[in-house]
DNA sequence: GCATTAACCACAG
DNA sequence: CTGTGGTTAATGC
């Protein structure tokens, strides 16, 4: 995991919204405050429960944001580059509150916490765009916790499958990310339920599936059957 | 009661 | 890591 480099962030061309809106010089001392660093599938970003020093922008890769409950590990979100995670922790508190685990290799840039909280001083934009981002991961959430609440498993796995086919990988056909065990802690199934229920879909041809090779047949039906819980 | 849902357990590739 | 089958507790007619 290790492979740290510097970076230049005036150049970068997976420039977050945020950092968009720096000046020449903002983004020279975010160049010299800026690490970036390779990972493999499986690779922990960070970990709960460790001492957080430095924010995380996701330049590549798929990433999920979990947690350790009470009973068991949970998965809170997947999360597509590019993408700032961890901003909660680095302006909320010096400890991690979550974990953050590489699905697919994944490249990373470490910015020094300081660094980031000095530019939300100094540049409204900058700050601006940050809460726009917090926002809108509140709002998609509640979505999220809304809709695992309400609806039983096969809603859960619709959910989950156009929400992989949609937002994540923008096709109706993918390779799944997630062990069936994984698949379970996002939806809040054991295994043996997400396999049955997968099984499901597949007797009735709403998908093809071959291993985590997935095909969304009836995207439609899929619909349906998420929005009827 | 009876059916459905989904977790738990055990065993097998 | 997955798939399957039997069992079981909770919930709703």
Redesign the pocket.
């Known amino acids: 995991m290790y492979m740290p480099g510097k970076v230049n962030c005036e150049s970068c061309l997976i420039k977050s919204c945020a950092a968009e809106v720096l000046n020449k010089q903002e983004l020279q001392v975010l160049s010299a405050n800026c690490a970036g660093v390779s990972y493999k599938k499986n690779e922990k970003l960070f970990q709960q429960g460790f001492l957080c020093s430095n924010i995380v922008y996701v330049k590549t890769g798929i990433v999920k944001i979990h947690k350790t409950g009470p009973l068991k590990d949970q998965i809170l979100k997947i999360v597509k580059s590019p993408r700032f995670i961890g901003i909660p922790t680095v302006l909320g508190g010096k400890v991690n509150h979550y974990s953050a685990t590489a699905l697919t290799p994944a490249t990373v840039c470490f910015i020094v916490t300081d660094i980031f909280k000095t530019l939300i001083l100094r540049n409204g934009k900058f700050a601006n765009e940050v809460i726009n981002s917090i926002c809108q991961d509140e709002l998609n959430f509640y979505d999220l916790s809304i809709n695992q609440m309400q609806k039983?498993?096969?809603g859960r796995l619709a959910d989950a499958l156009l929400f992989l086919s949609d937002e994540i990988f923008e096709s109706d056909s993918f390779e799944?990310p997630l062990?069936?065990?994984?698949l379970?802690d996002y939806i809040?199934?054991?295994?043996?339920?997400?396999?049955?229920?997968?099984?499901r879909l597949k007797a009735d041809g709403l998908i093809d599936?071959q291993?985590?090779q997935i095909n969304l047949v009836d995207k439609k039906m899929l619909e349906k059957i998420s929005k009827l819980g």
Do not use: C, N
Request: glycine share 8%; proline share 0%; net charge positive.
């Open positions: 039983q498993i096969h799944l062990s069936r065990s994984d379970g809040q199934a054991t295994r043996e339920s997400v396999t049955r229920a997968l099984s599936m291993g985590r």
